[in-house]
Each structure stands twice: as structure tokens, then as C-alpha cells.
């Protein structure tokens, strides 16, 4: 079954620490993976995409096929970092086609 | 920048009762969906469309569930007769490639 799995529920991080948003999935086939952001109060955004391969506001993230990971990664968080991550697939590379959510995490960075 | 736009942004409805929630995608975009967000759980997928018909669906939208584009530009998700459980932050989304979201609509059935 299709699954994104985030074990991390809150992740509390003081400014100017490393960040790391933990991602797994299953899935047999080639999917597209995606992190988005929603900052309090705002709407669902898109922060980065596998196939991009952008850094977007200094978080990066790297599919890794055989450990079927994509982790969020920034070097030095900062404060406006805060909101909630979530992971998030399609199948088969078609990004049209129906978004499969991890559960999110709660990024908090305490200054 | 052209926005998804959804209304109403909070709905109180009596279990039984029909709701319509609404939204404007962007103009250019060619596929349309629904998601929803129950209180602590995961969002999850509702419905796409595309070309004036459902694409996909989940086991969610069953007949309760309908959902219309009746003027070329906005896509309504109807719930026939709300249950308790319906309760939820439902949100649009469009796309031409990649997916944007609306603000949501939370839904209360009382």
C-alpha cells in the first residue's frame, strides 16, 4: 500500500541549529515526492519537489530510493522556519494525480 | 499571483443537513480536487476532476459526496446529508503540474 510515514510529530530546534524533517515511504513504483509547508495561519504551499531539486529558502531534500527516505534538511534554521511540514507523494511521477500525505510535523524554532 | 480561492471559510450545519462548499481554482489550471483534513489526522485525498468529469476518487466519496464545475470557474463539493464525522478542513486544490491549495473551508456538523 501507498504510505508517507513522518515519526516525528513536533520538532523543537533552536535558531541557527540544524534542521532535519524525517521522511519515509512505500511505494513499489517511481513516485514524485513533495514537501509542503503551511505556515500558521496560510495556506498549503509547496516548498520543494524531488524532481526540481531546488533549494528553496535554504531547506533541501534528496531522494533516497533505497532507503525510500526524502528528508528536509536546512543547516541553520531560523525562526520564521516554524509552521508544520508535510511529506507528501504521487505516483508514478504524474504530479495531476492524487497527493498521498504523511501526517506532518510541527517544526518549532525557539530563539 | 493568481490564488485558489474557497468559500465559505467556516461552516456550522446540523447533522442531515446539505452543504455546498465552494471554490475558485486558478484560471488556467485543467485539474481540480478536494481534500480533506479531520482534526489531528492526515489530509487525505477526496476527489480529482478533470475535462468536466471525476478522474479519481477515494473510498471517502461515496454517494454523500458530489461534486460539480457548473460555470467554468468555480467547483463546488456538495455533502448531501452531513454526518457528525464530516467534520473537517476541507481544502481545493488546482494544478497544471503542480498542486495549489485553497485557504479551506472548516466544516462544523453539529
Known amino acids: 500500500a501507498q504510505r508517507v510515514t513522518q515519526p516525528e510529530k513536533l520538532l523543537s530546534v533552536f535558531k541557527g541549529a540544524p534542521v532535519e524533517l524525517k521522511c519515509n515511504y512505500s511505494?513499489?513504483?517511481?513516485?514524485?515526492l513533495f514537501w509542503y509547508v503551511q505556515y500558521s495561519r496560510q495556506r498549503l504551499q509547496l516548498l520543494l519537489r524531488?524532481?526540481?531539486?531546488?533549494s528553496i529558502k535554504g531547506f533541501t531534500a534528496d531522494l533516497n530510493k533505497g532507503e525510500t527516505s526524502f528528508h528536509l534538511k536546512k543547516p541553520f534554521a531560523q525562526e520564521e522556519d516554524s509552521a508544520m511540514y508535510y511529506c507528501?507523494?504521487?505516483?508514478?511521477?504524474?504530479?495531476?494525480?492524487?497527493?498521498?500525505w504523511g501526517a506532518g510535523t510541527k517544526l518549532i524554532i525557539k530563539p | 499571483e493568481p490564488e485558489v480561492t474557497q468559500t465559505p471559510s467556516h461552516q456550522v450545519t446540523q447533522m442531515g443537513q446539505e452543504v455546498i462548499l465552494r471554490c475558485v481554482p486558478i484560471?488556467?489550471?485543467?485539474?481540480f480536487y478536494w481534500y480533506r483534513q479531520i482534526l489531528g489526522q492526515k489530509v487525505e485525498f477526496l476527489v480529482s476532476?478533470?475535462?468536466?468529469?471525476?478522474?479519481?476518487k477515494s473510498e471517502i466519496f461515496d454517494d454523500q459526496f458530489s461534486v460539480e464545475r457548473p460555470d467554468g470557474s468555480n467547483f463546488t463539493l456538495k455533502i448531501r446529508s452531513t454526518k457528525l464525522e464530516d467534520s473537517a478542513m476541507y481544502f481545493c486544490a488546482s494544478s497544471k503540474g503542480t498542486q495549489y491549495f485553497g485557504p479551506g473551508t472548516r466544516l462544523t456538523v453539529t
Open positions: 507528501a507523494l504521487t505516483p508514478n511521477m504524474d504530479s495531476n494525480y492524487q497527493l498521498i
Open positions: 511505494y513499489s513504483g517511481s513516485p514524485e
Open positions: 524531488h524532481i526540481s531539486r531546488e
Open positions: 476532476f478533470y475535462n468536466n468529469e471525476i478522474s479519481e
Open positions: 484560471s488556467n489550471h485543467l485539474y
